[in-house]
């Protein structure tokens, strides 16, 4: 790839070899913030686990004590 960029600077077009010039300047920012926001992809679905799994035992609590709820009431009749 590298190859390529250098064959590419043989151009004589100035404009040409600017373009060239910054993308190859600005390919280790482009890296570095696809990393960043791969490791924030992780963090967020590690946090969306944890969300869900407390979400559900809300839900199984709230179910217990209303068939226990039910289930008194029963008992009481």
Known sequence: MNEEYNNAQDN???????II??????????????????ELGEKTKTLTAYA???????????????MKQQIDEEQKE
Do not use: C, H, T, W
């Not at 010039?21 to 960043?36: E, S």
């Not at 869900?52 to 209303?66: K, S, Y």
């Open 12 to 18: 004589s077009n100035p404009l040409y070899n600017g």
């Open 21 to 38: 010039n910054a993308l190859q300047l600005m390919r280790p920012a482009a890296v570095l913030g696809i990393k960043g926001l791969m």
């Open 52 to 66: 869900r799994e407390e979400f559900e035992d809300l839900v199984a609590e709230a179910q217990f004590e209303r």
